[in-house]
T-cell receptor, first 112, second 113 residues
Framework: GQQLNQSPQSMFIQEGEDVSMNCTSS?????WLWYKQDPGEGPVLLIA?????ELTSNGRLTAQFGITRKDSFLNISASIPSDVGIYFC????????????FGTGTSLTVIP | EPEVTQTPSHQVTQMGQEVILRCVPI?????FYWYRQILGQKVEFLVS????????KSEIFDDQFSVERPDGSNFTLKIRSTKLEDSAMYFC???????????FGPGTRLTVT
């Protein structure tokens, strides 16, 4: 299967700080999704991206579809304790398929 | 807000037994998926289902797995003869026909002993 690498693997930050994480692959993707997963729960969709270069915001979250179409970025501004969780990227390879490949995840800890 | 639901939340079964995991996708969605997540690892695609047939499946989805939409609301995943390595969280997801935004259920934790 496709390998989507997320970095950093984990982050420990102070409340109020901004967060940046990314997702990279050797393959070209047509769609990127970003999810947040809390322990023992299903992934919750945060942002969807459909075009190279697209920049989309959802509240304090901003995600970008990389120009090369091989990567995507997620930023969280002014982090708060409830931002704690694991953030996954997911990419779709083709225009016809619905199979998404998930990244390895970035674990975020926010210290109050 | 509409959501995907899954039952049971936790299923314990003995190796070799059959299990059926159930999902109720969001009512106006037409694409349905099963994913699994082994503890501490990433989410892995198993299968997608549209118009009453499998549209894509991964190499994980072998002959031991099957999916069915027995009525207008439920979507099920059956594992015929469970193995220890089938222990994982199984997530159902669904999308509307015009979107690739997949919405996940809360998952079923399957423990095979």
């Amino acid at each position: 299967g496709q390998q989507l690498n997320q970095s950093p693997q984990s982050m420990f930050i102070q409340e109020g700080e901004d967060v940046s994480m990314n997702c990279t692959s050797s393959s070209i993707f047509n769609t990127w999704l970003w999810y947040k997963q809390d322990p023992g729960e299903g992934p919750v969709l945060l942002i969807a991206l459909y075009k190279a270069g697209e920049l989309t915001s959802n509240g304090r979250l901003t995600a970008q579809f990389g120009i090369t179409r091989k990567d995507s970025f997620l930023n969280i501004s002014a982090s708060i304790p409830s931002d704690v969780g694991i953030y996954f990227c997911a990419g779709r390879l083709t225009n016809t398929g619905n199979q998404f490949y998930f990244g390895t995840g970035t674990s975020l800890t926010v210290i109050p | 807000e509409p959501e995907v639901t899954q039952t049971p939340s936790h299923q314990v079964t003995q190796m070799g037994q059959e299990v059926i995991l159930r999902c109720v996708p969001i009512s106006n969605h037409l694409y349905f998926y099963w994913y699994r997540q082994i503890l501490g690892q990433k989410v892995e695609f198993l299968v997608s289902f549209y118009n009453n047939e499998i549209s894509e499946k991964s190499e994980i989805f072998d002959d031991q797995f099957s999916v069915e939409r027995p009525d207008g609301s439920n979507f099920t995943l059956k594992i015929r003869s469970t193995k220890l390595e089938d222990s994982a969280m199984y997530f159902c997801a669904s999308t509307a026909d015009w979107s690739y935004e997949q919405y996940f259920g809360p998952g079923t934790r399957l423990t095979v002993t």
